[in-house]
Structures are given as structure tokens and as C-alpha cells.
């Protein structure tokens, strides 16, 4: 028998850091709208999103929540990327105990981008104002 | 006094000896495979970039398909991301699948990787 | 539970040490609202008129804006309140940035601070966790280092701080607080705070701001996104390019100074130059700041980037927005932006007002040169530089401004009398140095502005407005009338914000040049219709003040996506309480004479309600009288300014009437003559 060929929706969001101003409305919005009832709260602290902003040395960098993981890095590294030094955790979303980002404050239960299931896209790309954040959608076949 | 890793992605020659001493240090056997760090190709700024595995993570994320964008230059966010994770190629030793994540080659730290790079794009800095 | 406010103010006693959480009264945010309107309702409950600036009964009032922490786009002001060492009245500025949405989320509308530490101390907030720990090792240190420092000294990257630099630590009475890109610069509020011997306030907040009506919220948010979308995509007609569109006059963008240039007089508020913009000097400012910004940045939820990151080749990065960018180099007779941006790090680093300090530094340079002040005063000071040629500018005195600059933020020499203001350090020197003191309202400096006939709007807002900061009065109504009739009308076509349709017609039939007719200053608009047009103008930044709102998308521009008719709805549905627009117009005016009555109590009267003598060269004292008269009777406020039995009675003031009743400031038969109080 044939296998029919399979294909999946993959969405990826690019996030631009030269683009960033900084405002945190990316925060504002996936907070809120991932309150229950929805928007019925805001708390930045439970965003699934966060900025890692340092305007002095001109860090911009939206990093989104990806996974829990037990235990902290036993090496810590600073990284440059186009002349810029980076801190360590700068483009990474791990929920680890070595920082307080990515954790519901008030259960410390890891918080991770869903991207919006749900919406026509993720809103934290829909309102961000200068298009630090965009997605784009393609299809892809599934690997078998 | 904490020791750090300092990464220059400029710097970098791609030459990943410092995958060859990672395997031996902790394999003893050459397999970049069973490194702890791994040298990435920036295609689109023909640039080098070491990533040194970090947490040990269960799941894969949504996020796997992102792309960040520095200096007006793309990096897939997964190989930026330091994380030992199912969905990767990377960071896992190739026969058990056991996630690999750096030490620091012991308490007090002394990389072999910073050791045997050349070109100066691994360093180690006091914090 | 409470909606979009926490119920709870903090309460710190610096002389004892003492830290208290209170709960905050729900009847006075349905009042004051939150913000400057709840800070004043507690200046006048608990600070008596006797009290000093610097005694340590001043509070000092850190109030976030009603609406902070929620997603209301740029909900994000703290409004700084307390006894200005300047004016001697009370002061009030505002601050963007990111610090007061992270009180909210630490679970607090205010921070309220009594006493005097002995020693140099910051405060901590986590949340439930409130400590004052020893700054000593803060001790003369730039206003951002301190910031960066405390972050890493607390090991928490997301913490927001507000700190004072040298000058604010010395009291330095044009001193400011700085927060990140944002500061709280006019009335010295810097000063208090280092007289109270507070370095910083740290925060940190991760609890959950909630929304009375979220659906019904974030339609509102959305329609207040696509208005600002519209608006930045239609700029207003005839209007200078930083004032155009919305938000903080976009300085950081806009390279084109010739406005500027040429309106504002050069050194001690004294030389227009017009034709100072030309193109080789465009060329060179333009790319002085291209070659030193780094990125334009934005306030927290904020759609706009107003605000950038300057980088000058060998001095720290910092942060600037608005018109500091053109202050430094106006004050010092310099044609150099690069001179400007890079004065301006240091100053900040200090912590000291853009506006006031080069008009101090000006006005000493003026004594100098009039015999009135020596070389003896300015020991060591580096010569003037050369005078630009091609310019009709006189030399320089770039090089003299770091050594002034420097003397005030450590208070050494002449620097401890200048830092005192113009006004105090004139009557100081003496010897005549009262007449070159010209441009001070209340005693504050302004911004170097000399024209030629009386603008009536203008007048009424120098004169009367209680931020003694024309800024911050001005902005729903343009400056001028547009050159045709056929655009001024279609200009009211759209303009649903105004409070009264008549306010249209005001500006259709507002002549723009002698051909087209006699509605032109300093009669028209008339004193009625110039005192209904200032009170609205007013109005929205008391609105904003409370609500925590950033001007630039409401009080400082025309057609803003806040106005009078969605805010009511946005409080509404934000807060739970119930608010249309006459219920917040009132909310206002109660603010609006609350404060002047706390002023009154203090001895403020209709006397000092007056701009700079030399403002207009043209001067029409019968019409000023008129206007003030009609001013004042529309805000419900006696011949003397004192706020009547009856208006207060409106608006629920009456404790207000007794208490001037009390202190004889007025008797059954109206006001009591002229004592000065404290």
C-alpha cells in the first residue's frame, strides 16, 4: 500500500534583535492573554515571552520559553555575536533554576510558548509594533 | 569568582579541534558525535560559531522552528540554543542517546576546548 | 479584590527605619483617581503648610498612574511628588520608563517616603520584601552606573531603579531623579531625595494586575492601537516635524532644527539668531547624531520609540529623548551637537535638569561678563572658545559649561550659590545680579523662549499653570492658526477630541494674517474662549498625571488616541468603577484646585500667576487682567486665586474651605488679605 504523503503546518517566528525597542508589549500581551479568564490579568512574570534588555550595552534580545530542565548549566559562557557580548542565557529559554524567567511565580511550574494555540497567529508577533517579531507559515512534509 | 566561557563567534576558524579534545577528555575516542561542543556554520555571514551544550531538557519546544536575527544575519535559534533536547541532532551521545551537557571539565574549571583553540575565539574570563 | 490598582501604598519612615504597608482607600481612587490626583490628596491631609522642603515632615511621593500594569498602551508613568526646593510649592513630575507598571507588580500604587536616614541608603522591593540597605558604596556615583550596579549587586537583571546622581546627593535644587531613559527633572525633586539621604528605589514585582472587564478593555486597547496607527500615518498640517504625529516630540528622529534655532534665544535667554540653520551646519548635526545613536527605544508598552541610545566615541552610553538635545549647546552659545550629546551624558550622570541648569550656567556667564561676577569666582575655569564663523553667535563657552556643570554638582565655590537657582543665587551675589535673573517663574527657570505680541493661550498658561513648566501645560490645541481657512476646517472636520464643538469654531475662525482679518493675538482668541481652551489643554495632563498615561499619546499632541471620551470607558472597564466623561472632567478640576489650594495654603496668590516680564516685548496689561479674571472665575477660584466656598462645596472639597476658614487664610466675607504662610 501507498503511504499517502503526509504534510504538517509549520510555523516558525523570526525574531529580528536590531528591530527590538524594548517595550515589553510582547509580555504585556502573552500574559494577559493566557490569563484565565482571558485578559482578565496582566503580569509580565508569567509571560511566555521575555526581553532581555540592557540599553547600555544595547541588548534587545525577546527570548521565548522552550523547556524545563532540571538543572543549570555547569559551564557558563558569554557569547559575541556580531561584536556584541552577550550574557550567557541571553538566547535561551530553558525554564532553570538558575533564574527566576519562565516560571509561574506563583507555583514555579515551567512556562513554555504554546504560539498561540488557538489564534490566527501568535500575538505576541501580532502586536509587536516594529516587526521585531514575525512568523512565517510553510508547509512541510512529515518524516516518516 | 566565577569563571566564564567567552565565545567570539568572529574568531573562529572552524577548524573544531575543540570537539576533538572534548571526545577524548570525556570518551576517550575521537567522535565529534560524542562532543560537548559543537561549531556551527553561519552560512549567510560565511561565520563560525562554537555552541557549548547546556541544559538537559526532556521535551522539545514550539519554539524549534524560530529564527533570530543579529546584525542583519539569520541563526536557526536551535542551534543557538544550548540545550540538550530530543529534537536535535546534537548534544546526545549517538549510540545510548544520553544527553550530553558540559562540565567544565572539573571543579575548578579548565576547558580543554579553550585550551586547545588557536585562534582565540574561546576564551576564559574571571566574573 | 481590587482592579487594575493593589490596595496598598508603601510607607517608609527613613528616620526610624520603619517599613508599613497600608491600605489605600477605594472612595479616594473613585476622587483623585490615582497617580498625581491620590499623591496630592495625601500632601494635603498630612503635610502642613508650615512645612519646609527640607524638613524631614516633606514627603517625598513615588505614585504610579492609575492605569499602570495594565495593557493600557502606555500606562506606564510615576508621578513624583513633593515640596520643591525651587518654587517652595508643590512640585510634581513625571517619569516614563518601566518603573511603575513593576510597583504595581510588586503590589503597590505608592511609595511614600518620611524622614532622614542618617546614612546614604537604597530601598529593595520584592514583592512582600521591603529592605533599606546601606548605599555608601553608592556615594557620589553617576545616576545609571548606580542603577547597573544595584542590578548586579542584587543579582536581579529585571529590577527597575530610579536613582539621584552627585547633584541630587549634595541638593542641588534643580537636581533630578533618573530612571533608565526616563527622568523626573523639574522642581528639584532630586534634592529631596538626597536630602533624605535616599540613593535609590529598586524594585521587582511578579504578582498579577487584574482587569474589571477584559473583554470590553482590550477592545478599547485595540481601538486606542489602530487610532494611534492612523495618526502616525497623518501628521497634523503646518505643524513643526517633532510635533506632528505622536508621542514625545521627536527629537531623536528629526534632524531639522531650524525651528528650534530660531525661536529659542541663545545664552542667558537673550540672542535670537535667525539665520543660524543653514545647510552645512544640517549636515553636521545630522551626522553627529547618526554617528552617535545607537537605537531608538520605547517606554514599556509603549507603541512609539521616542527615546534613544546616544554612544559618544570615549564617554559611557546613556540615554536621552525631547529637547535636552538642544538646551546645553543653546546655554553655552555653541553650534555643536556633538558638544550638546556629549554634555548632556555628564549631566545626566550628575542627575541635573536639562532646563534649568544651562540657564543658571548662561545667567553666571552673563555676570561674569558684566563685572558682576570676577575671574576670582571661577578659579581655574578653561578660557571661552572661538566664536563660529559664517554665525553671528558670540564665542563659546563649551569648555566653561563642564568646568560651571561640575562646580554646581559638587556645590563647590560659585557652584554652591548658582546651585541654589537663579533666583536665590541673584539675591546671593547681589550687586545688581537681580536684573539679569529675567527668566524665572515662581522662581523656577523656563525654557529660553522671547517673543514679540502676547499670545493669550500662552499667557494664561505660563502665568497660572501649577507645573510652572509650559511643556506640560500646552499641547491639544495648535500654536497657530493654519495659513488657510479651507485647512483649518478640514482640520476640525475629523477632531472628535475636543470636549465642546464650539472649540472648533474657535480655530476656523482664527485668523493667520492681517489680510484675512482682525482674530488674531493678543485678542483673539478672546479671554473666554483662551481660558475654555487652556482649561481643556490643562485638563488632559492632570488626566494623564493621574492615570499614569504618557503625554505622547494624549496631553502633548493634537488628535491624540486618548481623549476625554474613551478614557471614562477605558477607567470603567479597567477599574470597575463606574465613569463617564463628566465624572472624570470633575475628577480633574478636583485635582486640578486641590493642588492650587495646597499652593494657596503655602502662600501662592495671584501675584505670582505671571510669566517672565521680557516673555513678549509687547506687553497688554488691561487684556492679562481680563484673562486671569475670566481664568480664574471658570476654575471656580477668587480674584486672588483661592479657591471659592462654592466650588469647593462642587467637588467635594468642603474640608478644604474649612480649613482656610481655620487658618484665616479667608473669612466669611471672602478672601483675608495677603499673609504669607511658612
Known amino acids: 500500500m501507498k503511504a499517502e504523503e503526509k504534510k504538517q503546518i509549520v510555523k516558525s517566528i523570526k525574531v529580528d534583535v536590531d528591530k527590538c525597542t524594548g517595550c515589553r508589549v510582547c509580555e504585556v500581551i502573552c500574559s494577559s492573554s493566557h490569563a484565565q479568564p482571558k485578559y482578565s490579568s496582566n503580569n509580565p512574570e508569567r509571560s511566555r515571552i521575555r526581553v532581555v534588555r540592557d540599553p547600555i550595552t544595547d541588548r534587545f534580545v525577546p527570548v521565548y520559553g522552550t523547556a524545563y530542565t532540571q538543572a543549570e548549566c555547569s559551564s557558563k559562557v558569554k557569547d559575541t555575536i556580531a561584536g556584541k557580548e552577550y550574557d550567557e542565557c541571553s538566547f535561551c529559554g530553558a525554564s532553570c533554576p538558575a533564574r527566576d524567567l519562565f516560571k509561574e511565580p506563583d507555583s514555579g511550574l515551567p512556562l513554555s510558548c504554546d504560539r498561540c494555540e488557538g489564534e490566527d497567529e501568535p500575538l505576541c508577533v501580532k502586536w509587536c509594533y516594529y516587526n521585531a517579531l514575525t512568523c512565517e507559515t510553510r508547509e512541510e512534509a512529515v518524516e516518516k | 569568582m566565577k569563571k566564564k566561557i567567552k565565545i567570539d563567534q568572529k574568531k573562529c576558524s572552524g577548524c573544531r579541534q575543540c570537539e576533538i579534545v572534548c571526545s577524548l577528555k570525556h570518551f576517550q575516542n575521537l567522535n565529534t558525535k560524542k562532543s560537548r561542543i559543537r561549531v556551527f556554520l553561519d552560512e549567510d555571514a560565511n561565520l563560525y560559531f562554537p555552541v557549548i551544550s547546556g541544559p538537559i531538557t526532556e521535551e522539545e519546544c514550539k519554539s524549534k522552528n524560530n529564527v533570530i536575527i543579529i546584525d542583519g544575519k539569520q541563526y536557526d535559534s536551535c542551534a543557538l540554543c544550548r540545550a540538550s533536547c530530543p529534537s536535535k541532532m546534537w548534544f546526545r551521545e549517538p549510540d545510548t542517546e544520553i544527553p550530553l551537557k558540559c562540565d567544565f571539565c572539573g571543579d575548578p574549571p579548565d576547558p580543554e576546548c579553550v585550551k586547545v583553540c588557536a585562534s582565540g575565539a574561546l576564551s576564559t574570563e574571571e566574573s | 479584590m481590587r482592579y487594575?490598582?493593589?490596595?496598598?501604598?508603601?510607607?517608609?519612615?527613613?528616620?526610624?527605619?520603619?517599613?508599613?504597608?497600608?491600605?489605600?482607600?477605594?472612595?479616594?481612587?473613585?476622587?483623585?483617581?490615582?497617580?498625581?490626583?491620590?499623591?496630592?490628596?495625601?500632601?494635603?491631609?498630612?503635610?502642613?503648610?508650615?512645612?519646609?522642603?527640607?524638613?524631614?515632615?516633606?514627603?517625598?511621593?513615588?505614585?504610579?498612574?492609575?492605569?499602570?500594569?495594565?495593557?493600557?498602551?502606555?500606562?506606564?508613568?510615576?508621578?513624583?511628588?513633593?515640596?520643591?526646593?525651587?518654587?517652595?510649592?508643590?512640585?510634581?513630575?513625571?517619569?516614563?520608563?518601566?518603573?511603575?507598571?513593576?510597583?504595581?507588580?510588586?503590589?503597590?500604587?505608592?511609595?511614600?517616603?518620611?524622614?532622614?536616614?542618617?546614612?546614604?541608603?537604597?530601598?529593595?522591593?520584592?514583592?512582600?520584601?521591603?529592605?533599606?540597605?546601606?548605599?555608601?558604596?553608592?556615594?557620589?556615583?553617576?545616576?545609571?552606573?548606580?542603577?547597573?550596579?544595584?542590578?548586579?549587586?542584587?543579582?536581579?537583571?529585571?529590577?527597575?531603579?530610579?536613582?539621584?546622581?552627585?547633584?541630587?546627593?549634595?541638593?542641588?535644587?534643580?537636581?533630578?531623579?533618573?530612571?533608565?531613559?526616563?527622568?523626573?527633572?523639574?522642581?528639584?525633586?532630586?534634592?529631596?531625595?538626597?536630602?533624605?539621604?535616599?540613593?535609590?528605589?529598586?524594585?521587582?514585582?511578579?504578582?498579577?494586575?487584574?482587569?474589571?472587564?477584559?473583554?470590553?478593555?482590550?477592545?478599547?486597547?485595540?481601538?486606542?492601537?489602530?487610532?494611534?496607527?492612523?495618526?502616525?500615518?497623518?501628521?497634523?498640517?503646518?505643524?513643526?516635524?517633532?510635533?506632528?504625529?505622536?508621542?514625545?516630540?521627536?527629537?531623536?528622529?528629526?534632524?531639522?532644527?531650524?525651528?528650534?534655532?530660531?525661536?529659542?534665544?541663545?545664552?542667558?535667554?537673550?540672542?535670537?539668531?535667525?539665520?543660524?540653520?543653514?545647510?552645512?551646519?544640517?549636515?553636521?548635526?545630522?551626522?553627529?547624531?547618526?554617528?552617535?545613536?545607537?537605537?531608538?527605544?520605547?517606554?514599556?508598552?509603549?507603541?512609539?520609540?521616542?527615546?534613544?541610545?546616544?554612544?559618544?566615541?570615549?564617554?559611557?552610553?546613556?540615554?536621552?529623548?525631547?529637547?535636552?538635545?538642544?538646551?546645553?549647546?543653546?546655554?553655552?552659545?555653541?553650534?555643536?551637537?556633538?558638544?550638546?550629546?556629549?554634555?548632556?551624558?555628564?549631566?545626566?550622570?550628575?542627575?541635573?535638569?536639562?532646563?534649568?541648569?544651562?540657564?543658571?550656567?548662561?545667567?553666571?556667564?552673563?555676570?561674569?561678563?558684566?563685572?558682576?561676577?570676577?575671574d576670582k569666582d571661577f578659579p581655574g575655569m578653561p578660557p571661552a572658545g572661538e566664536a563660529r564663523p559664517g554665525t553671528s553667535l558670540p564665542p563659546n563657552n563649551e569648555e566653561r559649561f563642564y568646568y560651571l556643570l561640575d562646580k554646581i554638582a559638587r556645590r563647590e565655590g560659585i557652584g554652591d550659590i548658582l546651585a541654589d537657582g537663579t533666583?536665590?543665587?541673584?539675591?546671593?551675589?547681589?550687586?545688581?545680579?537681580?536684573?539679569?535673573?529675567?527668566?524665572?517663574?515662581?522662581?523656577?527657570?523656563?525654557?529660553?523662549?522671547?517673543?514679540?505680541?502676547?499670545?493669550?493661550?500662552?499667557?494664561?498658561?505660563?502665568?497660572?499653570?501649577?507645573?510652572?513648566?509650559?511643556?506640560?501645560?500646552?499641547?491639544?490645541?495648535?500654536?497657530?492658526?493654519?495659513?488657510?481657512?479651507?485647512?483649518?476646517?478640514?482640520?476640525?472636520?475629523?477632531?472628535?477630541?475636543?470636549?465642546?464643538?464650539?472649540?472648533?469654531?474657535?480655530?476656523?475662525?482664527?485668523?493667520?494674517?492681517?489680510?484675512?482679518?482682525?482674530?488674531?493675538?493678543?485678542?483673539?482668541?478672546?479671554?473666554?474662549?483662551?481660558?475654555?481652551?487652556?482649561?481643556?489643554?490643562?485638563?488632559?495632563?492632570?488626566?494623564?498625571?493621574?492615570?499614569?498615561?504618557?503625554?505622547?499619546?494624549?496631553?502633548?499632541?493634537?488628535?491624540?488616541?486618548?481623549?476625554?471620551?474613551?478614557?471614562?470607558?477605558?477607567?470603567?472597564?479597567?477599574?470597575?468603577?463606574?465613569?463617564?466623561?463628566?465624572?472624570?472632567?470633575?475628577?480633574?478640576?478636583?485635582?486640578?484646585?486641590?493642588?492650587?489650594?495646597?499652593?494657596?495654603?503655602?502662600?501662592?496668590?495671584?501675584k505670582d500667576d505671571n510669566p517672565p516680564e521680557d516673555h513678549w516685548s509687547k506687553r497688554f496689561p488691561e487684556l492679562e487682567k481680563e484673562l486671569i479674571d475670566e481664568f480664574y472665575k471658570l476654575k471656580g477660584w477668587d480674584k486672588d486665586s483661592i479657591p471659592t466656598k462654592e466650588s469647593l462645596h462642587e467637588l467635594g472639597l468642603d474640608y478644604v474651605y474649612r480649613d482656610f476658614i481655620e487658618r484665616g487664610i479667608v473669612t466669611d466675607k471672602g478672601s483675608a488679605p495677603d499673609k504669607k504662610v511658612a
Open chain 3, 4 to 374: 487594575s490598582g493593589t490596595g496598598y501604598n508603601l510607607e517608609i519612615d527613613l528616620s526610624r527605619g520603619s517599613i508599613e504597608r497600608v491600605e489605600t482607600d477605594p472612595r479616594d481612587t473613585e476622587l483623585f483617581l490615582g497617580g498625581l490626583g491620590t499623591n496630592a490628596k495625601i500632601f494635603w491631609d498630612r503635610v502642613p503648610p508650615e512645612t519646609e522642603p527640607f524638613s524631614p515632615d516633606n514627603l517625598l511621593i513615588f505614585g504610579a498612574g492609575l492605569l499602570c500594569g495594565t495593557p493600557a498602551l502606555a500606562a506606564n508613568h510615576t508621578c513624583v511628588t513633593t515640596l520643591s526646593p525651587l518654587t517652595e510649592l508643590l512640585a510634581f513630575s513625571n517619569m516614563g520608563g518601566f518603573w511603575a507598571p513593576e510597583l504595581k507588580y510588586a503590589g503597590y500604587e505608592k511609595v511614600i517616603i518620611r524622614g532622614k536616614s542618617p546614612d546614604l541608603v537604597y530601598l529593595w522591593i520584592h514583592n512582600d520584601k521591603v529592605e533599606i540597605r546601606d548605599a555608601s558604596h553608592l556615594k557620589g556615583m553617576g545616576s545609571l552606573q548606580t542603577q547597573t550596579l544595584i542590578k548586579q549587586e542584587l543579582n536581579e537583571p529585571k529590577t527597575q531603579v530610579i536613582s539621584i546622581g552627585m547633584a541630587g546627593e549634595n541638593r542641588v535644587y534643580f537636581a533630578t531623579i533618573e530612571h533608565d531613559s526616563s527622568s523626573a527633572s523639574r522642581g528639584g525633586l532630586g534634592a529631596i531625595m538626597g536630602d533624605k539621604n535616599l540613593k535609590a528605589i529598586a524594585v521587582r514585582g511578579t504578582t498579577d494586575i487584574n482587569i474589571a472587564r477584559p473583554a470590553e478593555f482590550m477592545e478599547l486597547r485595540r481601538e486606542v492601537w489602530e487610532y494611534t496607527k492612523f495618526r502616525m500615518e497623518n501628521p497634523i498640517p503646518e505643524t513643526m516635524t517633532i510635533n506632528e504625529r505622536l508621542g514625545c516630540p521627536q527629537e531623536m528622529v528629526v534632524d531639522d532644527e531650524k525651528w528650534h534655532t530660531i525661536m529659542a534665544s541663545w545664552g542667558n535667554s537673550r540672542l535670537r539668531i535667525t539665520d543660524f540653520w543653514t545647510p552645512e551646519i544640517e549636515k553636521e548635526w545630522t551626522e553627529t547624531m547618526k554617528s552617535m545613536q545607537v537605537r531608538l527605544i520605547g517606554c514599556y508598552n509603549c507603541p512609539l520609540k521616542c527615546k534613544a541610545s546616544i554612544s559618544p566615541p570615549g564617554q559611557p552610553t546613556y540615554m536621552m529623548k525631547c529637547y535636552s538635545k538642544m538646551t546645553w549647546l543653546h546655554g553655552a552659545y555653541s553650534p555643536s551637537l556633538d558638544f550638546g550629546l556629549r554634555i548632556a551624558q555628564r549631566a545626566f550622570a550628575y542627575g541635573v535638569d536639562s532646563i534649568s541648569t544651562p540657564q543658571v550656567m548662561a545667567f553666571a556667564f552673563e555676570l561674569l561678563e558684566a563685572g558682576i561676577l570676577t
Open chain 3, 423 to 606: 533666583y536665590r543665587a541673584a539675591r546671593k551675589i547681589d550687586k545688581g545680579a537681580e536684573k539679569y535673573e529675567h527668566n524665572t517663574i515662581k522662581k523656577q527657570e523656563q525654557l529660553p523662549i522671547k517673543l514679540g505680541v502676547l499670545d493669550p493661550l500662552y499667557f494664561l498658561m505660563f502665568a497660572t499653570g501649577e507645573k510652572v513648566n509650559i511643556t506640560q501645560i500646552q499641547g491639544q490645541y495648535p500654536q497657530e492658526p493654519f495659513r488657510k481657512r479651507e485647512t483649518r476646517e478640514e482640520f476640525v472636520k475629523d477632531w472628535f477630541q475636543v470636549p465642546d464643538e464650539k472649540l472648533k469654531q474657535y480655530f476656523v475662525d482664527w485668523h493667520a494674517s492681517k489680510e484675512e482679518g482682525t482674530n488674531r493675538k493678543p485678542y483673539y482668541p478672546t479671554p473666554k474662549m483662551a481660558c475654555e481652551i487652556v482649561d481643556w489643554m490643562e485638563m488632559m495632563h492632570y488626566v494623564d498625571d493621574s492615570l499614569g498615561l504618557c503625554g505622547g499619546l494624549s496631553s502633548w499632541n493634537k488628535k491624540p488616541p486618548y481623549h476625554l471620551h474613551n478614557l471614562p470607558k477605558i477607567i470603567s472597564a479597567a477599574t470597575g468603577m463606574d465613569y463617564d466623561t463628566d465624572k472624570l472632567v470633575q475628577a480633574t478640576r478636583r485635582i486640578r484646585t486641590l493642588l492650587r489650594a495646597i499652593n494657596v495654603r503655602r502662600g501662592l496668590r495671584r
